[in-house]
């Protein structure tokens, strides 16, 4: 999504990560990863589950999940430690001017990547 932030911007949006771990996570999160780009954490998963995102041991440890992380592992990407809640699934959404939600699209599995066409396609 990091790498759309042009053709986000072009349109006069904005792109902002929301997690579920710490403060002091989604702070290092922003710094290491998405410098300049907003991350907001929500422990209590409250955003998630008003967004519609999944949350289960089932969406984490299904097939497409563990496909998806052996093939991160071969590409040489090892996960460590989990930040938050990790039955929590995420997703992308796109809310336009007043509140009004164009585009939602929720993870169905750990290991599923966003359809980022889509998403600035309803942008």
Not at 57 to 80: M, P, W
């Amino acid at each position: 999504m990091r790498g759309k932030l042009p053709q986000i911007e072009a349109k006069g949006a904005q792109l902002i990560f929301v997690g579920n771990g710490s403060v002091r996570f989604a702070a290092r999160f922003q710094q290491d990863r998405v410098p300049g780009i907003p991350v907001y954490t929500d422990p209590s998963l409250g955003t998630f589950s008003a967004a519609g995102m999944k949350r289960g041991v089932g969406a984490t440890l299904s097939l497409g999940s563990l496909l998806a992380g052996a093939r991160s592992t071969l590409r040489g990407h090892r996960q460590t430690s989990v930040q938050g809640d990790p039955w929590q699934q995420g997703g992308v959404i796109v809310v336009a001017g007043g509140g009004e939600v164009v585009y939602r699209r929720p993870n169905q599995h750990a290991g599923e990547r966003p359809d980022l066409a889509a998403a600035l396609a309803a942008l």
